[in-house]
Nanobody
């Protein structure tokens, strides 16, 4: 069992930056692929980024490439999402997720553990 708690959300102006953190507790954090998703009201949960257990491989949804950076610190059992050049359309709740195994996935259903989310609001 893994417990995930996100933090770092808030209000930022368009073009600004936020850094989300996800602290994990429970079973060995370093054995999990970690992902970030976001979900707007009435919409499906959308893949944003993922990182393999070693941090050696990172994957991004096309619209965030070059603006968002995912990273992890296994010693601190924490995964981060640095978000730059934020756009108003990216206002939504961001979720941290974990899945067993070595490979990333973009489908939310393939992640076993979820945090409760953190709200990101980008004003125009």
């Amino acid at each position: 069992q893994v417990q995930l708690v996100e933090s770092g959300g808030g209000l930022v102006q368009a073009g600004g930056s936020l850094r989300l953190s996800c602290a994990a507790s429970g079973r060995s954090f370093s054995s999990y692929v970690m992902g970030w998703f976001r979900q707007a009201p009435g919409k499906e949960r959308e893949f944003v980024a993922a990182i393999t257990w070693s941090g050696g491989s990172k994957y991004y949804e096309n619209s965030v490439k070059g603006r968002f950076t995912i990273s992890r610190d296994n010693a601190k059992s924490t995964v981060y999402l640095q978000m730059n050049s934020l756009e108003p359309e990216e206002t939504t709740v961001y979720f941290c997720a974990a899945r067993s195994g070595s490979f990333y996935r973009t489908r939310a259903a393939e992640y076993e553990y979820w945090g409760r989310g953190t709200q990101v609001t980008v004003s125009s």
